[in-house]
């Protein structure tokens, strides 16, 4: 994919969802942390169910710390790992308060010294909820990159170094929800929905999954 498509296939995503955001719900930064901290190989929908339970009782790093991670644990025991997430997010609660004064802190090194805390969640949290232009990869924008063309890396820090370079700087901020939903929706692992894809003609994936006959027939249904 050239510069001139990789302006094309932003702009056409960007023309479908002007207004990109995350699917996580949250109010604050402390609160995307904790759904992103949740959300590591676990459903945006089952953070979600755990967080409209949580926050109400604890959304700030003191109230969550004097909940207490066995307290805790009933609140995202449906979520995988939950376990060592808890003990992640009552240990975070108390370095935020002991050398953050109970903020997230906004810069990349302070947040990936916080338990749990890896590139991929700092990146989230500098960019949704400080509007900084990263790109965090995960298993969707991985595949998307080298699928596509977009950005081809074995390892998603080559994968996001990529993005970096070739996204055009007026994409960068939105990047990562658009290349994530695209991923998620459209651009999925098993069966890509090649036919319903706004930017097919721009992807370099050979084996593009044809119109299923089912729709086939429902579109050429001739109306009673």
Known sequence: ????????????????????????????????????????????????????????????PAKLLALGEEALIPYIARIGL??????????????????HAGEVPHDRASLEALPGVGRKTANVVLNTAFGEPTIAVDTHIFRVGNRTGLAIGSSVEKVEQQLLKKVPDEFKLNAHHWLILH??????????????????????????????????????????
Not at 29 to 54: G, K
Request: proline share 7%; glycine share 0%; with cysteine.
């Open 1 to 60: 994919m050239n510069a001139s498509q990789r302006i094309t296939f932003f702009k056409r995503l960007q023309q479908a969802n002007p207004y990109p955001k995350t699917e996580l719900e949250y109010a604050t930064p402390f609160e995307l942390l904790i759904a992103v901290l949740l959300s590591a190989q676990a459903t945006d929908v089952s953070v979600n169910l755990a967080t409209r339970r949580l926050f109400p009782v604890a959304n700030t």
């Open 82 to 99: 939950y376990r060592t997430k808890a003990k992640n997010i009552i240990a975070t609660c108390q370095i935020l308060i002991t050398q």
């Open 183 to 224: 991923g998620r929706y459209t651009c999925k692992a098993r069966k890509p929905l090649c036919w319903n894809c706004i930017v097919v003609d721009l992807c370099d994936y050979k084996c593009k999954t044809p119109l299923p006959l089912e729709e086939v027939a429902a579109r050429n249904k001739i109306p009673e």
